[in-house]
């Protein structure tokens, strides 16, 4: 039963990577989401769920910049306040009564997010406000390195919405992002890497198999709407239970 039940939350990782890889993210909402649903610690969820982000982000960053959907100039003005920042908010542990609902929340806001995403349509390009997009990496990556979450979920509408750029674009540099923003919060609290469970093997090859359908979706064309509100709604009952159990 123990197994049978690793292989059903592997599974749903992987559905969770393909979804999110198709639009340059690493999926760590949805990895997070899923370890809730199936009781998984806190403790362990954190660091599982950064571990996963670094192998996915990793490969869907090579993925995007080879197909030139990548804006090196912006991605270095992000990480270069996202970075110690990261660091930073990963050295910090919260006590459970108050990461649960930071997290639930964030959870929330992502499966809201996947409702709007299908009407996100790409604006007109305009210049980069440098000192701005400092100060997000900065802000993004101090509440990713708490959460154990990579920050893709508010950077990549925010980029698209102040007409960085197109949604394809975006995808490859938040995917970039979120790699260096994970690594920076995982060496922030090394230590809690003690706590990655024995059956991580089997997540990790779940997601990256999810990134291999999932790049390529991306790449060629956009996930459907239905299986974005499908994810939106388990991502909110996971912010939910997470915020009040």
């Not at 291999?212 to 979706?217: A, E, F, V, Y």
Request: hydrophobic share 55%; charged share 10%; with cysteine.
């Amino acid at each position: 039963m123990f197994e049978f039940t690793n292989l059903v939350i592997a599974l749903c990782l992987l559905l969770g990577a393909v979804l999110y890889t198709s639009v340059g993210h690493a999926g760590s909402s949805a990895y997070i989401a899923v370890m809730t649903l199936f009781n998984l610690e806190p403790t362990v969820i954190r660091p599982t769920a950064l571990t996963l982000n670094i192998a996915v982000s990793a490969y869907a960053s090579w993925r995007y910049i080879r197909n030139k959907f990548f804006d090196k100039k912006l991605f270095l003005v992000l990480i270069l306040g996202a970075i110690p920042s990261a660091f930073i908010g990963g050295h910090i542990n919260l006590p459970s009564e108050i990461y649960k609902p930071i997290v639930g929340v964030l959870l929330i806001l992502a499966g809201l997010r996947f409702f709007i995403l299908a009407n996100i349509k790409d604006r007109e390009i305009r210049p980069v406000n440098y000192l701005l997009a400092v100060l997000m990496g900065s802000s993004i990556g101090f509440l990713a390195g708490i959460t154990g979450t990579g920050g893709g979920i508010f950077l990549s509408p925010l980029i698209i919405w102040l007409g960085w750029n197109h949604v394809k674009q975006a995808s490859g540099t938040v995917a970039a992002f979120i790699l260096v923003n994970s690594l920076a919060g995982l060496l922030g609290n090394y230590r809690s890497t003690s706590e990655l469970p024995d059956t991580l093997p089997l997540f990790l090859g779940a997601v990256i198999i999810g990134a291999l359908i999932g790049t390529r979706l991306g790449i060629s064309r956009f996930s459907s709407v239905g299986v974005k509100r499908a994810l939106g709604v388990v991502l909110i009952i996971a912010g939910l239970k997470f915020s009040l159990f």
